[in-house]
């Protein structure tokens, strides 16, 4: 069975640092690796996707993630925070062909002036 | 423009009736999707569809029911048997091999 563990539940920056919001994933099998955006009181938004190929994807905002298979890990970066980044990220797996995804618990970047 | 509608986006049910929540897509995909969101819990699969008239059960399907009788429409029932059924409700959709895209939800309450 998959498992996706997001170690930080909530993350504080200043606006203009950078941040690593961490993911890591447990899986038998090859898999396809997903960040989403939830902003207040709304669904999720796809920022990227890891389907094959580079393993550094890059995303929508500014934001990146690198797949590491002997880590099993698919961390998300951003070089320069913005105050509208402030949002819950899910980071989720899948395994390849089939469409159930499993979700990590979030974590919520807050960032002030 | 193509995308998913969920309906109500706030909803109230009083102990030991059904309510039912909208989930509506414009997009052609097969297959549907209902999540339940809870604070510091991540989202849960409740049931899922590929194809019309056919639905599975998701890990947390106790106290829920769906159907699938048309491709754009996947109707959530929230019955009196959920004994917790207080959360946000997420729909998505997806086609083969392509992330799931997500409606704006709603959020039942229990008066």
Redesign the interface.
């Known amino acids: 069975a998959q498992s996706v563990t997001q170690l930080d539940s909530q993350v504080p920056v200043f606006e203009e640092a950078p941040v690593e919001l961490r993911c890591n994933y447990s899986s038998s099998v090859s898999v396809y690796l997903f960040w989403y955006v939830q902003y207040p009181n709304q669904g999720l938004q796809l920022l990227l996707k890891y389907l094959s190929g580079s393993t550094l994807v890059k995303g929508i905002n500014g934001f990146e993630a690198e797949f590491n298979k002997s880590q099993t890990s698919f961390h998300l970066r951003k070089p320069s925070v913005h105050i509208s980044d402030t949002a819950e990220y899910f980071c989720a797996v899948t395994e390849r062909g089939f469409q159930k995804l499993v979700f990590g618990t979030g974590t919520r970047l807050l960032v002030s002036p | 423009d193509g995308g998913?509608t969920?309906s109500p986006k706030y909803l109230f049910r009083k102990e030991g009736q059904n309510v039912t929540l909208s989930c509506e897509q414009n997009l052609n995909h097969d297959?549907m999707?209902w999540y339940r969101q809870d604070p510091?819990?991540?989202?849960?699969?409740i049931y899922?569809s590929?194809i019309v008239n056919d639905f599975q059960k998701?890990d947390i399907a106790e106290g829920y029911s769906v159907s699938r009788e048309k491709k754009e429409s996947f109707p959530l029932t929230v019955t009196s048997a959920q004994k917790n059924p207080t959360a946000f409700y997420?729909c998505?959709s997806?086609i083969?091999?392509q992330?799931?895209?997500?409606?704006?939800?709603t959020?039942l309450s229990i008066l």
């Open positions: 998913i969920q297959a999707y510091g819990q991540g989202l849960r699969l899922y590929q998701g997420l998505a997806s083969s091999n992330p799931q895209h997500f409606g704006d939800g959020r």
